[in-house]
């Protein structure tokens, strides 16, 4: 068992003369997999099979649907909750070439997993989700990390890298046939002028002889002058390409650079499909020199309606967005956290940035307390009472929180401390904590701008983004093509509206004003009637929260408005709407108090 489970299998191949998916005839199967530690214990798993039964990938363009060996519409929570302490989870991609000719993708992966059953000696906990959003169908798999006595589940490395590969390949085969030498050197002859790492490219390096490739005529071998004629066809396009240079007739050097760059145009060809599948499905198309492609934070804002939202690696958790920009771009942002994006969704107006170098409120904090590079939490103490701004009064609590803050800076090196009541502070500690916490997880730096789409923003009672740009009188940033065009049109139709409803007016020269304080007196508005109605469902009275009062309460949820997400905090008698902010969500369910503004709740603690 320290070779895991399926080592019987991996012996009894011979793995020094491969693997039998190279024999000849053998129809080839991509399996990709991964294991994530932990999986039920952080959320990962979730998240996980929440985006693998996204929308838009059936074969009919619906939600997918999670089947297992025995249901046809398996019961995920069930599975998330059979799986929450397992050490790991399980993670595969099954993708056979000819899935499209299958008769039924879903009886081939039962079939799959009832063989890797056999060879690993144990049932196994698995559910799975059949993709059609791609030019080849595949299945996403998830194993729970136990076997059916309990035990952790340990599979042999070189089962896990070939032997389900190799069990994959034999039922395709077994239900196809074996592949045809036609049929062989059809799929050859379409990967000739593919700008992406093919089959003759592995094949060719494979031969090399220090990148060098002889591929001179050979007449008495009729089989090696077809595969001849393949490869100089192939080698005619890399030379093209830069990627193989002809030194004497039938004598080729391949570039030390011919696979990473293969990889990486077809990885960048499968980024501008999707981003033209995503627009179509928008209605609109657009020049792919139009597109913007980041492989990290962008350096300067993006602001854009999402278009797409998919898994980054689907293997994992991160998130992809696709952008249609204001500045007429559209751009493909990866690995996003999907903590951060959760409340993104198609439709979305957000903010896309580099990652926060201003630091923390905390940082600034006890930079602001420290006296000749000493700060203390006693005098940090006897400061928060002075001030009495700490909401609940929990002033140990709120000053304990700015220690733990330097005792993880501790351990990365950035401060020291003396004693319980001094901690020694570089000049530049605000600088070096915000470094610190990007390189930790220096991801982009995202906002959600409106969940509301323009059509919904231009008829909203609410304050809307779309409002907020009407005040700042910015439109410079709108490039009249794309999105940009659109925004402005929407920008128009606000204004048409808000004059309509007496919260602006036109001047005899064409100029607008408009309402005082518009942005506080829409939002206020739409608060009441959000307010209410959900008066009517809870059967207690609504109150409003003015600027500046002190609210406590039990937070009980959250509400979506126009003007932004509000969190609902009731009391026996009557219940409010607040400005939410993320540290809302770790209190729900549980008594809070907290000094409201306009602008967000300043501060929460819970009772």
Request: proline share 3%; net charge neutral; aromatic share 4%.
């Amino acid at each position: 068992m320290r070779r895991g489970r399926g080592a019987t299998f991996v012996r009894a191949r011979n793995l020094s003369n491969g693997w039998s998916h190279r024999r000849p005839g053998s129809r080839r199967v991509v399996v990709k997999s991964r294991s994530v530690r932990a999986a039920g214990r952080n959320g990962k798993a979730a998240a996980h099979l929440r985006y693998i039964q996204r929308d838009g990938t059936a074969r009919d363009g619906e939600r997918g649907r999670l089947y297992s060996g025995t249901e046809d519409r398996a019961d995920g929570d069930a599975f998330l909750d059979r799986g929450c302490d397992d050490r790991h989870q399980f993670r595969f991609i099954v993708s056979p070439e000819d899935a499209g000719n299958l008769v039924d993708l879903t009886g081939y992966t039962r079939d799959l997993m009832a063989q890797v059953e056999a060879d690993l000696g144990t049932k196994l906990d698995w559910v799975a989700v059949n993709h059609h959003n791609t030019g080849h169908s595949h299945v996403h798999i998830v194993v729970n990390g136990r076997d059916d006595l309990g035990e952790d589940l340990v599979i042999n490395g070189d089962y896990l890298a070939n032997g389900i590969r190799e069990r994959a390949g034999e039922l395709v085969t077994l239900e196809l046939g074996p592949v045809t030498e036609i049929e062989q050197r059809r799929k050859l002859v379409a990967e000739i002028n593919q700008d992406r790492f093919t089959r003759i490219d592995r094949a060719m390096l494979a031969e090399a002889n220090d990148r060098f490739l002889d591929v001179r005529h050979e007449p008495d071998d009729p089989r090696g002058q077809a595969d001849r004629t393949l490869r100089l066809r192939r080698l005619g396009k890399l030379g093209d390409m830069g990627l193989a240079t002809e030194h004497m007739s039938g004598v080729w050097e391949l570039s030390e650079r011919l696979e990473p760059t293969l990889r990486e145009m077809g990885e960048r060809g499968d980024i501008i499909r999707t981003m033209q599948k995503a627009l179509r499905a928008e209605g609109v198309e657009r020049d792919p020199m139009s597109f913007a492609i980041h492989d990290a934070a962008p350096a300067l804002p993006i602001v854009g309606r999402v278009i797409d939202k998919h898994l980054s690696d689907e293997l994992g958790e991160e998130l992809t967005l696709v952008v249609d920009g204001i500045d007429g771009r559209t751009h493909h942002v990866a690995g996003m956290d999907a903590a951060r994006v959760a409340e993104t969704r198609i439709g979305s107006i957000v903010e896309i940035g580099p990652p926060d170098s201003a630091g923390r409120p905390s940082d600034r904090a006890i930079a602001g307390m420290a006296e000749g590079g000493i700060y203390r939490p006693s005098r940090h103490l006897e400061q928060a009472r002075f001030e009495g701004r700490v909401p609940g009064g929990d002033y140990d609590g709120f000053v304990a929180s700015h220690v733990r803050r330097l005792e993880a800076l501790r351990r990365a090196g950035i401060v020291e401390r003396i004693d319980a009541d001094q901690w020694r502070i570089p000049e530049d500690f605000t600088s070096r904590a915000a470094a610190h916490d990007a390189g930790r997880g220096g991801r982009d730096n995202i906002r959600v701008l409106s969940t509301f789409d323009l059509g919904s923003q231009v008829g909203a009672d609410g304050a809307t983004w779309l409002d907020r740009r009407l005040v700042g009188g910015v439109v410079s940033d709108l490039v009249p093509a794309g999105f940009g065009e659109q925004v402005r049109e929407a920008i128009e139709q606000r204004r048409e509206r808000l004059i309509e409803q007496g919260d602006a007016v036109r001047r005899p020269d064409g100029r607008v004003s408009y309402r005082r304080n518009l942005i506080a007196t829409l939002q206020d508005r739409e608060v009441a009637r959000i307010g209410a109605d959900l008066a009517a469902t809870k059967h207690m009275p609504f109150r409003g929260a003015a600027d500046g009062e002190t609210v406590s309460g039990t937070f009980t949820g959250t509400a979506q408005l126009s003007s932004g997400k509000f969190a609902i905090v009731e009391k026996s008698h009557e219940f409010t709407l607040v400005p939410w902010r993320p540290v809302v969500d770790r209190h729900l369910g549980q008594e809070v108090t907290g000094v409201v503004q306009w602008i967000g709740v300043v501060a929460v603690g819970a009772k």
